[in-house]
């Protein structure tokens, strides 16, 4: 007589167990592979078409008002300028979601903040960026009036004309996250008391510093 063979449940259960783990850890595998697979894919990209800080200069800059109260030291000004921006990427757009200039003289400012619209910057396109900037009745420190004077006296006035904003880059569909850019401009502007009266200019293209 043969002997019938069973087996028991636990067996089965174990050897189901056994799949599902082994089913388990080649999803695991697999997914491991695609996602490092896509980093490396991006860092890849990403060296190959690191973008270069988009370029500021200073093409024109005149003070129009700098008028100071004597009792409260409380400043009035009107400051214009215009502003080159140039992206030296061939692969790279940017976009700008936001830009803030303002005026300083001898570490203080002397307008408020003025924004720019946002704008997209295309591969190896220029803008030119025009901006007035105002004060009114904004506080300065004691010595404002004679830095002025010092100035004066010497022949010349430097202004710094500053620019914080946040862009983002663009590269084919993909778009990074926003990084902060800072631009500082520096205008040296012909100032002294035998000039006639009238706004305080300059015309001298001078790159700016940027730093994203």
Excluded at 6 to 20: A, F, N, T, Y
Excluded at 48 to 76: D, M, R, V, W
Excluded at 93 to 115: F, H, N, P, R
Excluded at 118 to 142: C, K, M, R, W
């Amino acid at each position: 007589m043969s002997q019938a063979l069973s087996k028991s449940p636990k067996h089965c259960g174990d050897k189901q167990g056994l799949k599902i783990n082994k089913h388990c850890k080649k999803l695991f595998a697999a997914f491991s592979t695609l996602f490092t697979t896509i980093l490396c894919l991006m860092l890849l990209v990403w060296l190959i078409l690191h973008p270069t800080k988009p370029q500021f200069s200073l093409k024109e800059a005149g003070i129009y008002l700098l008028n100071l109260s004597g009792s409260n030291n409380l400043l009035n000004s009107s400051v214009q300028l215009t502003l080159l921006s140039k992206n030296p990427n061939q692969k790279v757009g940017i976009y700008y979601d936001e830009l803030q200039v303002y005026a300083q003289y001898k570490g203080q400012q002397i307008t408020v903040y003025t924004s720019l619209p946002p704008f997209y910057q295309g591969h190896e396109d220029s803008n030119l960026l025009t901006v007035s900037l105002i004060g009114n009745g904004l506080p300065v420190a004691p010595s404002f009036g004679y830095e002025v004077g010092r100035d004066q006296t010497a022949g010349r006035l430097v202004l710094n004309l500053k620019v914080l904003g946040r862009l983002r880059w663009k590269v084919g569909t993909w778009v990074s996250g926003r990084y902060k850019v800072n631009v500082d401009c520096v205008a040296v502007m012909a100032f002294g008391p035998s000039l006639p009266s009238g706004p305080l200019t300059t015309r001298q293209g001078t790159q700016c510093s940027t730093t994203v």
